[in-house]
């Protein structure tokens, strides 16, 4: 059975930092995309960034580019999302989530999700 349990969210001022952390119980993990998405009051969960476990690639929404990082710990099986000069409009829970094959940018493409951490920037 897969799990994920993100941590490290939080509130921090504008121009700050966090990392967050996804702890990711699969036996397989090798074989897998994993996801970070994001969704704010009253919108729509969107796409953050990825990294294929196997090769290392990432993608990045454009909103995120330069300002967030994705990586993993093979040892730990565990993915991070550092991000750096956070802005108010940063503001959401955070989702990490694990995905067998397919696009990555799609909520509908991931089978499984962690219960999301809140991250909160004020100005």
């Known amino acids: 059975q897969v799990q994920l349990v993100e941590s490290g969210g939080g509130l921090v001022q504008s121009g700050g930092s966090l990392r967050l952390s996804c702890a990711a119980s699969i036996r397989t993990i090798s074989n897998y995309n994993m996801g970070w998405f994001r969704q704010a009051p009253g919108k729509e969960r969107e796409f953050v960034a990825a990294?294929?476990?196997?090769?290392?690639?990432?993608n990045y929404a454009d909103s995120v580019k330069g300002r967030f990082t994705i990586s993993r710990a093979n040892a730990k099986n565990t993915v991070y999302l550092q991000m750096n000069s956070l802005k108010p409009e940063d503001t959401a829970v955070y989702y990490c989530a694990a995905q067998f094959g397919g696009s990555v940018y799609f909520t509908g493409g991931y089978a499984h999700w962690g219960q999301g951490t809140q991250v909160t920037v004020s100005s």
């Open positions: 990294i294929n476990w196997s090769t290392g690639s990432t």
